[in-house]
T-cell receptor, first 113, second 113 residues
Framework: GENVEQHPSTLSVQEGDSAVIKCTYS??????FPWYKQELGKRPQLIID?????GEKKDQRIAVTLNKTAKHFSLHITETQPEDSAVYFC????????????FGTGTQLKVEL | AAGVIQSPRHLIKEKRETATLKCYPI?????VYWYQQGPGQDPQFLIS???????DKGSIPDRFSAQQFSDYHSELNMSSLELGDSALYFC????????????FGPGTRLLVL
């Protein structure tokens, strides 16, 4: 089955700096890669996603890049703000009827004033 | 906008008891997924349903069962509860046509004593 690795496990940045989180996946058939933000005790919230026919997608301060050949994808957050502090999970989904998500182990992002 | 509804939000049970978790998907969403998230862990896929049929199965213990009803809501039944079942249980829903985009409910926090 799919295996997703995520790095770093913790990331501390100064407000206004950029943050980058990287993930690799094992199943070359995976074709959908969402990113979720989760605050303590709350639900994972979809912040951006990318499909395998696209190399990059941007939504305001958030962007995701995908390298299918290397089987890795990254989340980029620019101009970080304290409210960006949370755990971020990447995930991968293979094609097929189930569409289950396999998550990475998460990155605890802390944006310091 | 309407979101995924889960009930109950909190549940305390004793070992060997049973529990039933309910999930009401976003209106017009026809696919439901269940995930289990232990403390400090990433969400682990348990099971999914589409049109009342099981569409995929993950690391769901044999003590657990689930089903989807004609109104698309789903129930996760957990029997012979163990201490290790203590976790956050999330339900997510999606539209089959856009397969992968899953939106998570607020979760049910289960504590087994």
């Amino acid at each position: 089955g799919e295996n997703v690795e995520q790095h770093p496990s913790t990331l501390s940045v100064q407000e206004g700096d950029s943050a980058v989180i990287k993930c690799t996946y094992s199943d070359s058939a995976s074709n959908y890669f969402p990113w979720y933000k989760q605050e303590l005790g709350k639900r994972p919230q979809l912040i951006i996603d990318i499909r395998s026919n696209v190399g990059e997608k941007k939504d305001q301060r958030i962007a995701v890049t995908l390298n299918k050949t290397a089987k890795h994808f990254s989340l980029h957050i620019t101009e970080t703000q304290p409210e960006d502090s949370a755990v971020y999970f990447c995930a991968a989904s293979p094609p097929g009827g189930g569409n289950k998500l396999t998550f990475g182990t998460g990155t605890q992002l802390k944006v310091e004033l | 906008a309407a979101g995924v509804i889960q009930s109950p939000r909190h549940l305390i049970k004793e070992k060997r008891e049973t529990a039933t978790l309910k999930c009401y998907p976003i209106p017009r969403h026809d696919t439901v997924y269940w995930y289990q998230q232990g403390p400090g862990q990433d969400p682990q896929f348990l099971i999914s349903f589409y049109e009342k049929m099981q569409s995929d199965k993950g690391s769901i213990p044999d003590r657990f069962s689930a089903q989807q009803f004609s109104d698309y809501h789903s129930e996760l039944n957990m029997s012979s509860l163990e201490l290790g079942d203590s976790a956050l249980y999330f339900c997510a829903s999606s539209v089959r046509a856009s397969k992968e985009t899953q939106y998570f409910g607020p979760g049910t926090r289960l504590l087994v004593l």
